[in-house]
């Protein structure tokens, strides 16, 4: 006979005391602890030149771009690849970027997508290095753009975000 064991879930305080093994990435989404393995090189060039881009165009701004912060709301704790945080007092973020990888593009395409926009965040960019895309959901205005390598990805919610796909993906 095949007997199975309910999954536990966690709190918010459980997740936090809980030792956490180098190498992955944990955050909690409804209870469940995940984990993934910390990002490739590929995925990290590709945040490396986004975060560039965007530090140079937020410079003169009161906006400042985070790498890999945790997010935490309602009990969940996110660890997004990049965020724009455009208030020195504000829990969460403005704009959250995270690079598809294949351990988390069904959470980051899927879940993440959902639980980003019920935060309050202004815009979400899943950028797919494999399609070589940028996919901005704009939650302001209920839209979602789809930009490709020879575009220029341009941000609704802080104007002066505009990342041409070409250079980050060469």
């Not at 180098?22 to 990002?39: A, K, T």
Request: one cysteine or more; aromatic letters at 8%; glycine letters at 4%.
């Amino acid at each position: 006979m095949n007997a199975t064991k309910p999954l536990k879930l966690y709190t918010l305080e459980e997740f936090q005391a809980m030792p956490k093994e180098e190498g992955w990435n944990y955050e909690l989404i409804d209870g469940f602890v995940l984990m993934s393995p910390s990002p490739s090189r590929e995925h990290q060039r590709v945040g490396s030149r986004i975060l560039i881009k965007i530090g140079n165009q937020l410079e003169h701004t009161p906006c400042e771009p985070s790498y890999e912060l945790d997010v935490i709301s309602n009990g969940c704790v996110f660890k997004p690849d990049l965020l724009v945080f455009c208030d020195e007092a504000a829990e969460l973020p403005e704009i959250i970027f995270e690079i598809l990888s294949p351990s988390t593009r069904h959470r980051d395409l899927r879940i993440k997508l959902v639980k980003y926009e019920l935060m309050g965040v202004k815009e979400y960019w899943i950028v797919d290095p494999k399609s070589k895309t940028i996919t901005i959901h704009d939650f302001i205005n209920n839209t979602a753009e789809i930009y490709l390598i020879n575009d220029i990805a341009k941000s609704l919610a802080q104007p002066e975000i505009q990342i041409a796909l070409a250079e980050i993906f060469a």
